[in-house]
């Protein structure tokens, strides 16, 4: 009776073991599914702040236009359906020194800032301001840091909507300067999908 006692001690155990086993190997595999797609989302980020940071370097004479980098990003987005906005967010009058112009405009705001959100939370593409930047870690730590950023999970309203998502962030900065920002946001859905299936 001992020796089957002990069978089924030492099989429960290696069950359980195993059982942990698979459940850490799943874990990893599906950690690094959502890695992957994070670092596909920085990249993007940190390739529209370094274009951007072009236009703040010392004797550059290119110009570009809030309409231009408005266009890129709205590419940005057609082309990344998992990503449910791209932004950037600028320091006042950092962009161009037209704020005053774009005042009291949809696209941005009382202030005329540049921050555009361009995203699809209706299900069609269009573009509103950005808001709680002056609280939220998505523009604050960057800001602090002059590092890139990853944020935690946040609700975020988009088009009146409460919406549960991720940013990744790049900072714009030139000579130790922070201009701003450049980001992506994805719906924590579509990282739940991943780990789904």
Do not use: C
Not at 5 to 33: D, K
Not at 83 to 90: K, P, Q, S
Request: charged share 20%; no cysteine.
């Amino acid at each position: 009776m001992a020796v089957v006692v002990y069978v089924v001690i030492i099989s429960r155990s290696s069950a359980i073991s195993a059982a942990e086993e698979r459940a850490l190997s799943e874990a990893r595999t599906q950690a690094g599914i959502v890695k992957a797609e994070i670092e596909v989302s920085l990249d993007t980020a940190r390739a529209r702040a370094q274009e951007l940071m072009a236009v703040k370097q010392p004797g550059n004479t290119l110009k570009i236009s809030r309409e231009q980098v408005n266009a890129m990003m709205k590419q940005v987005l057609i082309e990344n359906p998992q990503y449910i906005g791209v932004w950037t967010l600028w320091e006042p009058n950092a962009f161009d020194g037209q704020d005053s112009r774009y005042a009291n405009t949809k696209e941005y705001g009382k202030s005329g800032r540049y921050f555009p959100y361009w995203n699809r939370g209706t299900g069609v593409i269009s573009v509103e301001p950005i808001v709680d930047f002056d609280t939220g870690d998505w523009y604050q730590v960057p800001k602090s840091t002059k590092r890139e950023y990853v944020t935690d999970l946040y609700t975020y309203p988009v088009m009146g909507k409460a919406v549960l998502m991720i940013s990744v962030v790049a900072p714009i900065v030139v000579n130790d300067v922070f201009y701003g920002v450049a980001g992506e946001t994805s719906l924590w859905i579509f990282f739940r999908k991943l780990q789904i299936g």
